[in-house]
């Protein structure tokens, strides 16, 4: 009994010395092989997901700058073409709730600025005169021309029309009323700016 006992006490401790555990040495190939399959992943994913920060950045820029001008045109005529605003209150909704600011006025120039997340957004608006309203007594001549320029893209145009050529006008305005040009951009990080711009006239005259 004594000779089986020590015998397989033996055989217990070359298993025993068969079955060790993992050297240092293949822990750390492990860790290089892991290493140069994951990293590159990890960069493609974080290049996908800076572009879809900035996407969604610009995203909440145009929508900002959209509601500004929809709040100018609907703050009263005379006071955008007399240039007496001084404060107007912003809300803008957003998925996470209501965000308040305020457009503060200068004459005609306003500066405003909204934080959303970590993102700072800072609007600024100009109200600029393109047109004098002709005198119901003496009226002039002059029109306004609207033109497409080949820098800029041009406008809609038709299916199937081919674009006007470069300096060509694409519409006049004379009218009886003073038309305002009303321009908003917003800065939100690095890059260009959201530019948007509208205009308006009195046509309660």
């Known amino acids: 009994m004594m000779l089986n006992f020590n015998r397989q006490h033996g055989n217990d401790s070359k298993t025993h010395r068969q079955r060790r555990g993992i050297s240092l040495v293949e822990i750390l190939m492990a860790l290089l092989i892991l290493s140069i399959a994951v990293l590159p992943a990890v960069g493609t994913f974080s290049n996908y997901y800076g572009v879809a920060t900035r996407q969604m ?9 959209e509601s500004v001008i929809s709040l100018l045109m ?12 001084t404060d107007l209150p912003m809300n803008f909704q ?6 308040e600011g305020t457009l503060s006025f200068n004459g005609y120039n306003a500066t405003g600025t909204i934080e959303i997340g970590r993102v700072k957004h800072v609007i600024n608006s100009s109200i ?56 908003v951009s917003v800065h939100y990080g690095p ?9 308006r006239a009195d046509m309660t005259k």
């Open 191 to 199: 890059g260009n700016p959201i530019e948007l711009a509208v205009f």
């Open 94 to 99: 957003t998925p996470s709730g209501s965000i």
């Open 57 to 65: 950045d610009q995203e909440i820029a145009l929508k900002l700058g």
């Open 128 to 183: 600029s005169k393109v047109f004098t309203a002709q005198n119901l007594d003496s009226p002039h001549k002059n029109a306004l021309q609207f033109t497409w320029q080949s820098a800029d893209p041009p406008p809609p145009m038709p299916i199937g029309a081919p674009p006007p050529p470069p300096g060509s006008n694409i519409a006049s305005y004379s009218c009886f009323d003073d038309l305002l040009c009303i321009k």
């Open 74 to 85: 609907n703050t009263a005529y005379s006071d955008l073409a007399q240039g007496k605003l």
